[in-house]
């Protein structure tokens, strides 16, 4: 069973960068599909971007293609998230989470086994 903490949320101004770590622990963390998540305060839980077991594919939600990157180091038992340009409605705990199933690196979090305590970003204006 592998244990997901999440790092680096905090305030920024919109428009501005911020990187996500989550460290793996645990957990043979090379074996996993990794995935982030975020929850704005009254809204559902949705996907942001999922990352395959090497790293070599990708799957980004729409809303944040072209400005997020999500990589991993293996070798380091972490997973990151490149957030550029964020925007107000970007407020949100975000979630790393790890998945143990086939497949590609996939957007839907019942997929998805582990999951973090989540780091708060507040995007204000």
């Known amino acids: 069973q592998v244990q997901l903490v999440e790092s680096g949320g905090g305030l920024v101004q919109a428009g501005d960068s911020l990187r996500l770590s989550c460290a793996a622990s645990?957990?043979?963390?090379?074996?996993?599909?990794m995935g982030w998540f975020r929850q704005a305060p009254g809204k559902e839980r949705e996907f942001v971007a999922a990352?395959?077991?090497?790293?070599?594919?990708?799957n980004y939600a729409d809303s944040v293609k072209g400005r997020f990157t999500i990589s991993r180091d293996n070798g380091k038992n972490t997973l990151y998230l490149q957030m550029n340009g964020l925007k107000l409605e970007e407020t949100a705990v975000y979630y790393c989470?790890?998945?143990?199933?086939?497949?590609?690196?996939?957007?839907?979090?019942?997929?998805?086994?582990?999951w973090g305590q989540g780091t708060q970003v507040i995007v204000s204006s």
């Open positions: 645990g957990g043979l963390f090379s074996s996993y599909i």
């Open positions: 989470a790890a998945d143990s199933d086939f497949g590609p690196p996939a957007g839907w979090a019942a997929r998805y086994d582990y």
């Open positions: 990352v395959s077991r090497s790293g070599v594919s990708t």
